[in-house]
C-alpha cells in the first residue's frame, strides 16, 4: 500500500508509462482524443490500453486528493 502512495514512484510512472511513446504525441493523450472523437472502430484492446497508460495519471489525482484532504483535516 506504500507504494500506492509513494508520490515520486507516481510521478515516475506518469512521465515513463503514462506518456510513452513520446512521440509524435503522448501515446495516452492520442487515445483521449480518440475517445472524445466518439471512438469509433475501438476495439477491446485499445480500452485495455487506455486503462494501462491512463492507471498512472488516476493514481496521481487520488494521491494529490489525499494530500490535499489530509493536510487540510489535520
Known amino acids: 500500500m506504500k507504494l ?3 508520490f515520486r514512484l507516481i510521478v515516475l ?3 515513463t ?3 510513452a511513446p513520446f512521440f509524435p504525441e503522448p501515446h495516452i493523450w ?9 471512438s469509433k ?8 490500453d487506455v ?3 491512463g492507471f498512472p495519471w488516476i493514481l496521481l ?11 487540510s483535516n489535520a
Open 30 to 38: 492520442g487515445k483521449l482524443q480518440w475517445i472524445a472523437g466518439g
Open 51 to 53: 486503462l494501462l497508460h
Open 13 to 15: 510512472l506518469c512521465l
Open 17 to 19: 508509462l503514462g506518456l
Open 61 to 71: 489525482v487520488r494521491v494529490i486528493i489525499v494530500k490535499l484532504t489530509t493536510k
Open 41 to 48: 472502430g475501438m476495439q477491446l484492446k485499445d480500452w485495455f
Open 4 to 6: 500506492l502512495n509513494d
